[in-house]
């Protein structure tokens, strides 16, 4: 086709595509976080704030808030995608080695993960049953409960340790691909690894 002035016309620029809506696939993989310092965090991302790491420290463990604090559950499949089966980013006490994620992602794309795992949970108990919904509690409740070794089960079935397959039909949980990824801490390869920690089996349970 030609312009009137006798040239190629242009091309229409194609329209951007739409961003995907996150994917919830893998074991789900459920911590509690500060429900207040959460709603911080995604107020200032869409103010286009800058993230310390610092500001991040708080989503160790409930143990780093208030007994009083509002905790959260999340869902960290996503996360756990990013990492692959090797790395375990959550210890026996439930507790998220937010230094790792740092070091692999940068300040600004672990809190955007921090945001999406919340959602990612909010996405899948929706689908639950009402007696079978993981709740908020006081970080004091947290604590008691990971001391006594109970809490609110995460699996469908109601038992620990059932396979893979009982979780089929759950949405996926994926990182959001314009998470803005710190490449040169992944360029980092000539680094001496450090020492792994002891994998911890992926959780069905929170406690």
């Known amino acids: 086709k030609k312009s009137a002035n006798g040239g190629a ?16 696939e893998g074991d789900e993989n459920i911590i509690f976080a500060c429900k207040k310092s959460l709603e911080q965090l995604e107020a200032k991302l869409k103010k286009g704030g800058e993230i310390s790491a610092e500001e991040l420290d708080c989503f160790v463990s409930p143990r780093k808030v208030a007994d009083d604090a509002i905790v959260v559950p999340i869902d960290l499949r996503g996360l756990d995608k990013a990492f ?3 790395e375990d980013i959550v210890n026996e006490d439930l507790a998220l080695d937010v230094a790792r994620v740092v070091r692999k992602l940068g300040a600004k794309a672990t809190a955007e993960a921090l945001i ?18 993981v709740e908020q509690m006081t970080a004091k409740e947290w604590k008691t409960m990971i001391e006594e070794g109970s809490g ?3 699996s469908e079935g109601g038992e620990a340790g059932e396979s893979e397959s009982d979780l089929e039909g759950e949405e996926e949980c994926e ?22 920690e002891p994998k911890a089996k992926k959780r069905k349970k929170a406690a």
């Open 9 to 24: 016309a242009k091309a229409a620029a194609p329209e951007p595509e739409a961003k995907p809506d996150a994917d919830d």
């Open 84 to 86: 692959g089966e090797e």
């Open 116 to 133: 999406e795992a919340r959602r990612c949970f909010e996405r899948n108990s929706a689908k639950s049953p009402e007696d079978e919904k």
């Open 152 to 154: 609110p089960d995460l």
């Open 175 to 196: 990182l959001d691909g314009d998470f803005e990824w710190d490449e040169a801490n992944n360029e980092a390869a000539g680094e001496a690894p450090e020492a792994e």
